[in-house]
């Protein structure tokens, strides 16, 4: 592992790349010997920086979850992440580009849990566990140039996370096949992406699985009350100021917001 004064010098130096929306080279070009648990330990030290800023936890995102992102991406394993407060917009809001380096949108199936969840858990014990499931759209950000990066540079920049909006029509997932939720990405009217739920693990309560699992090998649980994004489900677009994004998702309505 890292040294703890290093942990700290690359917090420094996320942070500043994700608040002044400028690039910086991958933390492993430094520090080749950079492990996953160093980029969980800068995450870790994110989290206490932001919530000392008055921020507020509100949730946890899986990332890197279908074949169309790890291919993109060029990562085969999937990452988690943060979700702040100050993360979150409302349905048709204009966000601002300014505040972004190269922003990209990903359709996500999010979960909404009333019961904690911890250990080793099963789809079925995930989904008594939901109060709802809601259509959310994550934009990414990588802080890292030409969006180019490795799981442990990326987990670092709490998996490139910057903004999402959750929308459209929540539902009981008690109520639904979970794998077979038809999802539309358009970009100003013109459809640039399409799937189905099931491109995420075979089931998009697996990420929460996978979640769970890996919060308890930290000591952590999933508490009650979470809101979690669960990956996309198809390759992410790019998107510059001017763009409106709609994404449709089958039986669950929509979610539209736009770049400025
Ligand atoms: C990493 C984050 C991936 C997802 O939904 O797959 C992610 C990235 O692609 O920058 O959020
Ligand atoms: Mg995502």
């Known amino acids: 592992m890292l040294d703890t004064s290093i942990i700290q010098k690359l917090t420094d130096r996320v942070l500043h790349a994700q608040d002044s929306a400028t690039t910086m080279t991958k933390l492993t070009d430094e520090y080749p010997s950079m492990s996953i648990a160093d980029g969980y330990a800068v995450q870790d030290e994110l989290r206490r920086r932001w919530i000392a800023r008055g921020d507020r936890c509100v949730g946890l995102k899986a990332g890197l979850t279908s074949k169309a992102k790890m291919l993109q991406m060029g990562v085969d394993v999937p990452s988690f992440g943060i979700l702040m407060a100050s993360f979150a917009r409302p349905e048709n809001s204009a966000i601002d580009t300014r505040e972004l380096v190269h922003p990209r949108v990903e359709a996500e199936i999010a979960f909404v849990m009333k019961d904690e969840l911890k250990g080793e858990v099963s789809i079925e014990q995930v989904i008594a566990a939901t109060d709802y499931i809601i259509p959310a759209v994550e934009v990414i950000d990588s802080r890292y140039e030409k969006f180019k990066f490795d799981l442990a540079s990326v987990i670092a920049d709490n998996g490139s996370s910057a903004r999402f909006v959750a929308g459209g029509r929540p539902r009981d997932p008690r109520e639904m096949d ?29 990420a929460i699985v996978m979640l769970v699992k890996h919060l308890a090998e930290r000591g952590e649980v999933l508490p009650a009350g979470s809101y979690v994004m669960t990956g996309g489900i198809t390759e992410a677009i790019p998107v510059t100021a001017g763009d409106s994004i709609t994404a449709r998702f089958q039986d669950m309505g929509s979610v539209s917001f736009r770049f400025i």
Do not use: D, W
């Open 178 to 206: 979970l794998r077979t939720i038809g999802v539309v990405i358009e970009k100003n009217g013109e459809i640039m992406a399409l799937g189905a739920s099931a491109a995420v693990l075979n089931h998009p309560a697996k």
